[in-house]
């Protein structure tokens, strides 16, 4: 149908309404298909939860390993062929190593062996207490993003993010990196939409949704409140997630109310509160990211952090986010911006798990010793945890992430050539930084960071071009 022709009195404003009527038509007809993707991102029935089984005798064979390469023994070769039926007949090309032996897990400076030693084909299973431990531990965690492939939690969720302002954003955006590669010659810009879209949806999520809470107000008078120690969650609470609640009291000595705060680990409960520290932030934002179609990692840092990730399509690799620092792929940042020293840093998907510490720790100085388990036996771990998430997943789909697998490996073996290369050369690491990861961290009090070891290198100064704006330090509580 032809549109009617244009008022002869205002013509332009005629066109400025056709326009935007346009650009809400397109918004809205992008909402209804994420609404409707949202609804099928599940793989048939969602992902079991992982429980950790009875410890393994040391005397009894070890499990199949399907995405390691197969070895000489006869043994080992047909319990993986009877364990692994039909589907896994044939090892995989693509291999995940790490290093060779417990004499090397710890160099004489600290550094994980795996940054310098060759790569390993070894895996074994858990037989000492600390290694069974840390297995149980590896394998409640990976239960966190399976429960983001709820559909129920993922409608709920898209009726928080304001749609039409993300996408918005993100048309412009993508246009001004696809403008700047004309403009240089190239093809593709720097990033794609649907990074642009996550990109919207940190800003948003960072500025406008969630809160930072050192010390939470009293609900009474408003004053601030000083922390009393921790106290058992109630019934509600726990039914809500929370495996600790904080307890703090009112310093206004003719009020004197008390506060809780439980640490909610349910999303459902955190798109209601809205408020928290690391934990709550990248847990509710990553459940956000996958809301809105993304891929999605949630990364655990054996040092008491946590963070997102997000597979970028545009640049066919794994991308770091930090809700709380507003931070966009500034893998860097902990290290030689924080000054934050860690030994394990591991993301979990829906759909496997992978041993990321190399992507955030370049660096020997910033690197603790990995002392949990042996590293052969943290290949097992992974290997069972990765085997477990794919099992109901079609061959095509195992081909694509075993290869995935590879690539990122290739990539960790860049980023150790880098890492030697820097400091072979003066100042090399202050060059191979990208701009914005040599800053301190931004949320939380000063005691708070100067505790956890986080509170910056002090002799570097911090570009006013990489701290946050004003608003985001009020959500900070600065």
Not at 29 to 41: D, P, V
Request: aromatic share 8%; with cysteine.
């Amino acid at each position: 149908m032809s549109n009617p022709p244009p008022p002869s009195e205002d013509p332009v404003a005629w066109a400025k309404h056709l326009t935007g009527a346009f650009t809400d038509a397109i918004h809205k007809k992008r909402a209804e298909c994420l609404t409707k993707q949202a609804r099928n991102l599940s793989l048939g029935s969602p992902p079991p939860p992982l429980r950790p089984p009875p410890p393994i005798p040391s005397d009894s064979p070890s499990p199949s390993r399907p995405y390691m390469r197969p070895t000489t023994s006869s043994s080992s070769s047909s319990s993986s062929s009877s364990s692994q039926p039909g589907l896994r007949k044939a090892k995989s090309k693509f291999t995940l190593t790490t290093s060779s032996s417990r004499s090397q897990e710890v160099g004489p400076d600290g550094l994980p062996a795996y940054t310098r030693s060759g790569a390993t084909k070894e895996s074994h299973p858990p037989e000492d207490v600390a290694s069974l431990k840390f297995r149980g531990q590896l394998m409640l965690l990976a239960n966190t993003p399976a429960r983001y492939e709820n559909p129920g939690l993922l409608d709920e969720a898209l009726t928080h993010i304001p749609l039409n302002r993300i996408y918005a954003e993100a048309e412009e955006e993508s246009q001004m990196y696809e403008a700047e590669a004309r403009s240089l010659g190239k093809e593709r810009g720097k990033w794609g939409y649907q990074d642009c879209v996550i990109m919207a949806l940190l800003r948003w999520f960072k500025r406008d949704f969630f809160t930072w809470i050192n010390n939470p107000l009293c609900p009474v008078c408003y004053s601030e409140t000083s922390p009393e120690g921790m106290t058992q969650p109630l019934p509600d609470e726990t039914a809500r997630g929370a495996t600790r609640t904080e307890l703090f009291k009112c310093t206004n000595m003719k009020c004197g109310t008390y506060e809780r705060f439980p640490r909610y680990s349910d999303v459902w409960a955190l798109l209601n509160t809205r408020r928290g520290r690391c934990g709550e932030w990248a847990n509710c934002f990553s459940m956000l990211c996958r809301a809105v179609g993304s891929r999605v990692r949630w990364v655990w840092n054996s040092e008491d952090h946590v963070w997102t990730e997000v597979y970028s399509e545009h640049v066919n690799r794994w991308v770091h986010i930090d809700s709380c620092e507003e931070a966009w792929d500034k893998p860097r940042l902990y290290a030689e911006g924080w000054g934050k020293k860690m030994a394990y840093c591991i993301a979990f998907s829906h759909d496997g798990v992978t041993d990321v510490t190399r992507r955030y720790v370049r660096l020997q100085k910033y690197a603790l010793p990995r002392t949990k388990c042996p590293e052969a036996v943290l290949v097992h771990i992974l290997n069972e945890i990765r085997t477990m998430r794919r099992e109901r997943l079609s061959p095509s789909d195992i081909k694509r992430l075993e290869k995935e697998d590879y690539l990122e490996e290739i990539e960790f073996r860049k980023f150790e050539w880098q890492a030697l290369e820097a400091e072979a050369t003066k100042n090399g690491a202050r060059r191979t930084a990208a701009p914005g990861e040599k800053r301190p961290r931004q949320s939380g009090t000063t005691d708070w960071k100067h505790r956890r070891g986080e509170n910056g290198i002090a002799s570097e100064a911090v570009s006013p071009l990489d701290a946050p704006d004003a608003r985001m330090m009020e959500h900070d509580g600065h």
